[in-house]
């Protein structure tokens, strides 16, 4: 069968995050404008995943490549189980100020809902090829990564299947063999509040009661002195530790 339509401009060469921003009205949604980020090849490369309850909820898999956060909607989230395969669909490359975004995009607003950050760490490449070979990867279609997150630990691929109507890419997220890989744990249904607060998607939602729709104090975040404590069941690792008040993109 003839292809629907003639092969689709690739965004990426677009200038990078056009399509982000084309998206959305910065006067009107708490998400960060950003810009793509230049840093040393050295420093290690991070991962997010955040919980969106949009109009259909989805986890959105954002891993970091060439100053931006490659991403994709993942509607199932991921799994441990490497026999399960999670439909990957890729969007529009997100700046990484977003990795630190956790609360509700105005109804109306692309994207619209409640946004939690649900797992962050760093990443690299499974080969130890660095950037490169996720770069590799990434064009070829099989991006191999171990993850080093506090709810995602372990290799994974992710592997592209095909375009779909719109011509967005479509891949699988898989789980590999290894000590981390099991049946018996699913990850999605058990940890369900924010690797950032400890907060779950309907606090996140209604306890603030509102929508930020201005950057004052960055996305959801409350000044810190009126932060509300953490609840010490949401995660047992790093919940002592202090934090800053944005995550460092500089240097390290
Ligand atoms: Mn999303």
């Known amino acids: 069968m003839p292809r629907k339509q003639p092969t689709r401009k690739r965004v990426t060469r677009e ?77 529009e490359d997100h700046p990484m100020e977003y990795n630190t975004f956790e609360g509700t995009i105005p109804k109306g607003q692309y994207g619209g809902g409640t946004v939690m950050l649900w797992d962050r760490g760093t990443y690299e490449a499974e080969d130890g090829g660095g950037e490169e070979s996720l770069r590799d990867g990434y064009e070829r279609g099989d991006l191999k990564i171990v993850l080093h997150g506090e709810r995602l630990q372990g290799g994974w691929v992710l592997v592209r299947i095909r375009r779909n109507e719109g011509g967005r890419r479509q891949w699988l997220l898989i789980k590999h063999r290894d000590e981390m890989a099991t049946s018996k744990f699913d990850v999605v249904a058990t940890v369900d509040t924010s690797v950032k607060s400890g907060r779950t998607m309907d606090e996140i939602a209604t306890r603030r009661g509102r929508v930020w729709q201005s950057n004052r104090y960055g996305g959801d975040e409350e000044p810190a002195a009126t932060r509300r404590k953490k609840p010490a069941a949401a995660s047992p690792k790093k919940r002592a530790a202090p934090r800053r008040r944005r995550a460092t993109r500089s240097t390290s």
């Open 15 to 91: 200038k990078p995050l056009a399509e982000y921003k084309r998206k959305r009205d910065f006067s009107k949604t708490a998400e960060p404008a950003g810009e793509p980020v230049k840093r040393g090849s050295r420093r290690k490369l991070h991962f997010v995943v955040q919980k969106h309850a949009a109009s259909h909820l989805h986890f959105d898999f954002r891993l970091e490549l060439d100053g931006v956060m490659k991403s994709w909607a993942v509607p199932k989230g991921p799994s441990y189980d490497p026999s399960v395969k999670r439909l990957a669909m890729e969007v």
